[in-house]
């Protein structure tokens, strides 16, 4: 009995040490972050700004309260601090899980652990060089500068732009983490191939819906992210076939 509780007081102490070392990570990342915040939402804005050097317009990015301004920086310096922080979350769950799994299961796990910061920022590229341009030209579009005495003028909140642009690049980021879900799924036996096939229809109607609640109100970013799902469950359904081979592959040789 003595034995059991100091092998779970060694895993209490353990994952206490991991939690420390993940809020000093947080913290220094959260310093760093903070101290370029101006730069990272200069490179937020950098799409807004194109467009309007393209189309030969001037616009601009205000703040309607003294506070609004300091605290939009601190939720970037926020942001960016919990972006560089999730792999190494990432890391410190795989050492501490590590040691009770078997061979095959620390491969699958490692393969998560690489993949996800991985596909997590190709949903971030999307989002940022393809999505962000056309959704500005679509949200400008409203913009009407023909009435000379009573024009039609954007003024974007500084928040407002932060929590939009967020919004749309977590969409992306977490929507090309689907391959990752399912074949975790597969692999536990939680769902098959075969499931995942009858369950198309639905899950396209799942992903359309879901689409059009993470995304903001424009029927391009909601349409992209859709498509690009429906995509990322096809790839899914195909990475389960082939792992699935691989395992048989594996057992036969045995």
Not at 79 to 96: E, K, N, V
Not at 124 to 153: D, G, Q, R
Not at 158 to 170: D, K, N, R, T, V
Not at 205 to 213: P, R, S, Y
């Amino acid at each position: 009995m003595n034995e059991k509780h100091a092998a779970i007081s060694d895993h209490f102490n353990e994952l206490k040490k991991k939690v420390l070392y993940i809020l000093l990570f947080f913290l220094c990342a959260f310093i760093g972050s903070y101290i370029f915040s101006n730069e990272i939402y200069r490179f937020l804005l950098a799409p807004l700004s194109d467009y309007y050097a393209t189309e030969g317009r001037k616009g601009s990015i205000i703040y309607t309260g003294l506070t609004e301004a300091f605290f939009t920086y601190i939720k970037v310096a926020f942001m960016s601090a919990l972006f560089f922080t999730i792999p190494f979350i990432a890391f410190q769950f795989f050492s501490f899980v590590s040691p009770g799994l078997n061979t095959g299961e620390k491969r699958v796990l490692v393969a998560c652990f690489l993949a996800t910061p991985l596909l997590f920022l190709m949903g971030a590229f999307v989002a940022y060089y393809f999505i962000f341009p056309e959704a500005w030209k679509f949200f400008l579009s409203f913009e009407n500068t023909s009435l000379e005495n009573l024009p039609i003028k954007l003024e974007a909140r500084i928040s407002e732009y932060l929590s939009l642009s967020s919004q749309i690049i977590l969409a992306f980021g977490i929507a090309f983490q689907l391959p990752i879900a399912i074949t975790l799924l597969n692999k536990i036996g939680l769902i098959s191939v075969s499931w995942l096939k009858k369950q198309r229809r639905f899950a396209i109607v799942t992903i359309f819906i879901v689409a059009a609640v993470i995304t903001p109100p424009d029927v391009l970013s909601q349409l992209a992210l859709a498509s690009i799902m429906i995509l990322l469950y096809e790839l899914s359904i195909l990475l389960c076939i082939f792992f699935n081979n691989k395992n048989k592959e594996s057992a036969s040789d045995v």
